[in-house]
């Protein structure tokens, strides 16, 4: 036997040194037995918590308690009679285009209608809307575009509604507010831009969107040397040619 074995290395040992160690060895495992106690048992006070990360924060949640109010609800009723900021339709005309009770057909009286406004709603319709209705809101914009490629080659699970052609007699003939209805709440599978679009602008989306429909049916009379210019034809892709 060496005389590294451990063995007779215990034995060389001073009793007090073993029993020490099985002391020391019964001790090491309090720490782990107390992670695993407080793992499992509930408890009022709050966990340990080393690296804080900015985790607490002096702030009230949800339910908590807040002691400056007599009923000590942090979450404090709305006071009665009030309404949030930004929140009140005052003016239906100008906030939900319409007007007792049916679509408004004018245009409320403080949108001016003037280059400016058009200006706008030609950047803001060209933003939002020429993806899928065109630059001249004939409905075939480069989203529509896209999707009958995906369409023709039969990627799975592809649906796809034409974004409508505003030149249609049906959309040209309603009144004002109702494309401004159309435009902030969305119709059928055309979803709502009124989080995404400002008031003001949908307003001059639709200026914009009248003054595209006159565009290509304004009379003749109205268009200096009209009898002069090429009739335009819309031609297909692939249909046609160059003649
Ligand atoms: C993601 C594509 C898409 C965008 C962007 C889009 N539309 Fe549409 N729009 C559609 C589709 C699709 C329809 C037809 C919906 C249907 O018939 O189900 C439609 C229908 C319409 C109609 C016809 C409503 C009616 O009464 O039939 C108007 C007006 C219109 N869109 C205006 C706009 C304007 C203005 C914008 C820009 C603010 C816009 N759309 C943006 C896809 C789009």
């Not at 902030?184 to 003001?200: P, T």
């Amino acid at each position: 036997m060496s005389p590294f074995d451990p063995r007779m290395m215990l034995k060389e040992l001073p009793p007090a040194f073993v029993w020490v160690g099985i002391l020391m060895l019964s001790l090491l495992l309090v720490p782990p037995a107390i992670i695993l106690r407080a793992r499992a048992v509930p408890s009022e006070s709050r966990r340990i918590h080393i690296i804080q990360n900015m985790d607490n924060q002096p702030k009230y949640v949800d339910q908590q308690e807040n002691t400056l109010f007599v009923d000590t609800r942090s979450m404090r009723p709305r006071v009665p009679g009030t309404i949030a900021r930004s929140q009140m339709v005052s003016d239906t005309h100008y906030f939900l285009g319409t007007s007792e009770g049916d679509f408004a057909t004018t245009f409320p009286s403080n949108v001016v209608i003037d280059e400016a406004l058009l200006k706008r709603g030609r950047i803001q319709f060209e933003v939002y809307c020429l993806p899928c209705h065109g630059v001249r809101g004939e409905g075939d914009g480069p989203v529509h575009d896209r999707a009958m490629v995906l369409l023709n080659a039969g990627v799975n699970g592809t649906t796809w509604v034409q974004p409508k052609n505003l030149h249609e007699e049906a959309i040209t003939e309603q009144p004002v507010g109702q494309i401004f209805w159309s435009i902030s709440n969305g119709i059928r599978n055309m979803a709502g831009y009124a989080s995404q679009i400002r008031l003001e602008d949908r307003w001059a989306i639709v200026a914009w969107v009248k003054a595209l429909q006159y565009s290509q049916n304004a009379p003749v009379e109205r268009v200096p040397g009209a009898d002069t210019l090429p009739v335009r034809t819309k031609v297909e892709p692939g249909e046609g040619d160059a003649t």
